[in-house]
């Protein structure tokens, strides 16, 4: 029981971090699109510069629960993913510095390379994340002891990279979608403009993945032997579709929202379908690592779930209060202010 308390979690943890951090992942890549000029360029920083470091909490909040909660799975994964994970590491290591930096010296160089910095450090995660999700869903290939038989160019596949361009591009409408909630004037109608031209790309390639997913993985049959599991698609599809309502309406709050749904449905679509899974063996299902055998001890999980209870809701409220002080848009006034990026 408390291996698939702890493996759902596990999975809405994963949603929640891909919901936040998915756009200023997105805003991120689409930097030299959206902001023509500098004026433009901190608006984009500083959209996302107060919530960026508070979504990464998401990651190492998911990343420790599967270090804590799932030893085993987290010791094949290092192994398995070693070179993607280090990879995006570096890539967040230097998003994040970005931040620090690029307002440190006056120099357009300086703050060109900055700028390459934060458009690699965003899209390489975003693309690194999507393609581990994608082939954890297919399956890695590995054996009876937990070895993982392949490189980083085993992750290359097709059916991996299809996971790196739909995490792509849902991030990128999902980035597109804050900076018109954050903005106003010129870059306030071309992020808008941007959701709107991403957006039948995006659904065009929802659909590719989700027919492929049924020909690639093994996802569906929970779905088949449970039907209810059915609901989660489902939202996720009603999610993707309210977008481009609300963006015709221009009611750019209601249209973050739904990508926020789309994003958090994809996400426990994939973990429902795994269960019990956690890391599918692509050469034989009796290797793989699951919630069941790569779990701690009852007395650890026990101990885990009471600090959970407790620590997640004071990290939900607090990030919530700065979502709602700080949801105004950022205009030239607030470039003026010291802390401003």
Not at 33 to 51: C, D, Q
Not at 204 to 224: H, I, K, W
Not at 230 to 250: D, T
Not at 298 to 323: D, E, R
């Amino acid at each position: 029981m408390l291996e698939t308390i702890w493996f759902i979690l596990w999975g809405i943890l994963w949603a929640v971090y891909f919901m936040l951090d998915g756009f200023d992942l997105g805003l991120g890549s689409l930097l030299p699109v959206l902001a023509k000029n500098e004026n433009e360029r901190r608006i984009v920083y500083n959209a996302m510069g107060p919530f960026w470091d508070g979504n990464e909490v998401w990651l190492i909040t998911a990343g420790g629960a599967t270090f804590a909660a799932f030893p085993v799975a987290y010791a094949v994964m290092f192994n398995g993913l070693y070179s993607a994970l280090l990879l995006l590491l570096f890539a967040l290591i230097f998003r994040g510095v970005t931040f620090e930096f690029r307002g440190k010296v006056e120099s357009q160089g300086w703050k060109s390379f900055w700028d390459l910095c934060l458009v690699l450090g965003s899209f390489l995660p975003a693309l690194l994340l999507g393609v581990a999700f994608a082939n954890i869903f297919q399956g890695l290939p590995i054996d009876a002891e937990g070895v993982f038989h392949g490189g980083i160019f085993t992750l290359l596949n097709p059916y991996g990279l299809a996971g790196g361009v739909l995490f792509v591009l849902l991030f990128m409408v999902h980035g597109s979608l804050w900076l018109a909630v954050k903005s106003e004037g010129a870059i306030h109608e071309r992020a808008g403009a941007m959701a709107a031209k991403l957006w039948p790309v995006l659904l065009v390639v929802a659909v590719l993945f989700l027919a492929y997913t049924y020909g690639a993985t093994r996802l569906f049959e929970n779905y088949f032997s449970t039907p209810i599991l059915f609901v989660i698609p489902a939202v996720a599809v009603a999610a993707l579709l309210m977008q481009r309502v609300f963006m015709g309406q221009k009611a750019w709050w209601k249209a973050w929202f739904a990508s926020s749904l789309t994003i958090v449905g994809v996400t426990l679509f994939g973990v429902a379908g795994l269960f019990p899974a956690m890391l599918p063996s692509s050469i034989d299902p009796a290797y793989s690592v699951t919630a069941f055998n790569a779990a701690s001890s009852p007395l650890t999980l026990k101990i885990m779930l009471g600090v959970a209870l407790v620590m997640v809701p004071i990290v939900i409220g607090y990030q919530t209060w700065v979502y709602i002080f700080l949801r105004g848009k950022v205009t030239k006034k607030d470039l003026a202010y010291e802390e401003a990026y």
